[in-house]
T-cell receptor
Framework: NAGVTQTPKFQVLKTGQSMTLQCAQDMNHNSMYWYRQDPGMGLRLIYYSASEGTTDKGEVPNGYNVSRLNKREFSLRLESAAPSQTSVYFC???????????FGEGSRLTVL | GQQLNQSPQSMFIQEGEDVSMNCTSSSIFNTWLWYKQDPGEGPVLLIA?????ELTSNGRLTAQFGITRKDSFLNISASIPSDVGIYFCAGHRSGGGADGLTFGKGTHLIIQP
């Protein structure tokens, strides 16, 4: 029962470096999401994918790109990391009931 | 974007006390949800409410969907140490853009020994 799996769990980058956060779900869910969590800011949606082959911007998409590789996998890419992207990133998936998300354990990213 | 005002921001309580927190908005939502985040983990759904006025319980947790559809409340009775964490409310509105889901900023629940 893996649910939503994120890798890596921790990463330290230097400003300007690139990296990809990977997410996979084994629940056959159609929708997948990437959120970031910052102190005092709650959860903010970066990008989401309502189904395989589609992606849409959320509240804070600048500086990020996503790929819905197949139904299981949804990756988040930082092309040129900035200190403002230091955060905890959560991937989530949903079957279809409104707002009912299943979250991964998070990926803690620090950009120096 | 839509804003959810969640309060209080933090609660310091003693084990055994009851807890109340709430979430309000200027916008109407079709669904209200409550999530809990344990330290170092992702949020987990506790309760989902689909109808105005609905009152739903899950063990010691009780949540209500406000009659105006602009607010929701979560109560925890007889708190225990494992209740520590961050509680998020979320409202969902069909056609609300960005998948229609908005999160509050969370209530930190801390239980003092």
């Amino acid at each position: 029962n893996a649910g939503v799996t994120q890798t890596p769990k921790f990463q330290v980058l230097k400003t300007g470096q690139s990296m990809t956060l990977q997410c996979a779900q084994d629940m056959n869910h159609n929708s997948m999401y990437w959120y970031r969590q910052d102190p005092g800011m709650g959860l903010r949606l970066i990008y989401y994918s309502a189904s395989e082959g589609t992606t849409d911007k959320g509240e804070v998409p600048n500086g990020y790109n996503v790929s819905r590789l197949n139904k299981r996998e949804f990756s988040l890419r930082l092309e040129s990391a900035a200190p403002s992207q230091t955060s905890v990133y959560f991937c989530a998936s949903a079957l279809g009931l409104p707002g009912e998300l299943f979250f991964g354990e998070g990926s803690r990213l620090t950009v120096l | 974007g839509q804003q959810l005002n969640q309060s209080p921001q933090s609660m310091f309580i003693q084990e055994g006390e009851d807890v109340s927190m709430n979430c309000t908005s200027s916008s109407i939502f079709n669904t209200w949800l409550w999530y809990k985040q344990d330290p170092g983990e992702g949020p987990v759904l506790l309760i989902a409410l689909y109808k105005a006025g609905e009152l739903t319980s899950n063990g010691r947790l009780t949540a209500q969907f406000g009659i105006t559809r602009k607010d929701s409340f979560l109560n925890i009775s007889a708190s225990i140490p494992s209740d520590v964490g961050i509680y998020f409310c979320a409202g969902h509105r069909s056609g609300g853009g960005a998948d229609g889901l908005t999160f509050g900023k969370g209530t930190h629940l801390i239980i003092q020994p």
